[in-house]
T-cell receptor, first 117, second 112 residues
Framework: GAVVSQHPSWVICKSGTSVKIECRSL??????MFWYRQFPKQSLMLMAT?????????EQGVEKDKFLINHASLTLSTLTVTSAHPEDSSFYIC?????????????FGQGTRLTVV | GENVEQHPSTLSVQEGDSAVIKCTYS??????FPWYKQELGKRPQLIID?????GEKKDQRIAVTLNKTAKHFSLHITETQPEDSAVYFC???????????FGKGNQVVVIP
């Protein structure tokens, strides 16, 4: 299957700082990317859906000013957690799909473990 | 938006028995239903998917059935093996809004 690479795999940051997470599709053009948050032993909570070249669509309850999403190219989407606080500590995972071709499957990145101290 | 419910939350089966996980969805316009398997500490991996124009799909020991009228779809794992132990997520997508929503996941434990 297609490969989605997420970076970094883990990050520790101080409270009040910002953290950027990158999600790259390595061998296909990802017209759509999804950002999820996953708490231990819980489901994947969809945070936002981003389409290349347009603004992300955020799910209800997700602060768009705190979780900035940029999908400037067909192979890269970034999630920036601004002014991070300990409650933002979580596992963030992206997935990407090529909605223009025959592939409709969403491929996942390996996830980013964020710890805010 | 689409709401996906998944039951049961935990399922224990004896090795060799079958496991069935059921999901329901709310948006009748949803037309793509994938199932993902997530092992501890790893990313979710697609194991099977089905589109709304098909009622059943099978891939070796794994099958998925879709009932559009009742708006539910199920994952069937036959001849379970210890390596089938994982969390399984169902999801639903509507091509119109391009949004992939997941159920809460099901912890499957295969007892040797």
């Amino acid at each position: 299957g297609a490969v989605v690479s997420q970076h970094p795999s883990w990050v520790i940051c101080k409270s009040g700082t910002s953290v950027k997470i990158e999600c790259r599709s390595l061998d296909f053009q990802a017209t759509t990317m999804f950002w999820y948050r996953q708490f231990p032993k819980q489901s994947l909570m969809l945070m936002a859906t981003s389409n290349e070249g347009s603004k992300a669509t955020y799910e209800q309850g997700v602060e768009k000013d705190k979780f900035l999403i940029n999908h400037a190219s067909l192979t890269l989407s970034t999630l920036t957690v601004t002014s991070a606080h300990p409650e933002d500590s979580s596992f963030y995972i992206c997935s990407a799909r090529d909605s223009q071709g025959l592939i409709t499957e969403a491929f996942f990145g390996q996830g980013t473990r964020l710890t805010v101290v | 938006g689409e709401n996906v419910e998944q039951h049961p939350s935990t399922l224990s089966v004896q090795e060799g028995d079958s496991a069935v996980i059921k999901c329901t969805y709310s948006d009748s316009a949803s037309n793509y239903f994938p199932w993902y398997k997530q092992e501890l500490g790893k990313r979710p991996q697609l194991i099977i998917d089905i589109r709304s124009n098909v009622g059943e799909k099978k891939d070796q020991r794994i099958a998925v059935t879709l009932n559009k009228t009742a708006k539910h779809f199920s994952l069937h794992i036959t001849e379970t093996q210890p390596e089938d132990s994982a969390v399984y997520f169902c999801a639903a997508m509507t091509s119109g809004n391009n949004r992939l929503a997941f159920g809460k996941g099901n912890q499957v434990v295969v007892i040797p």
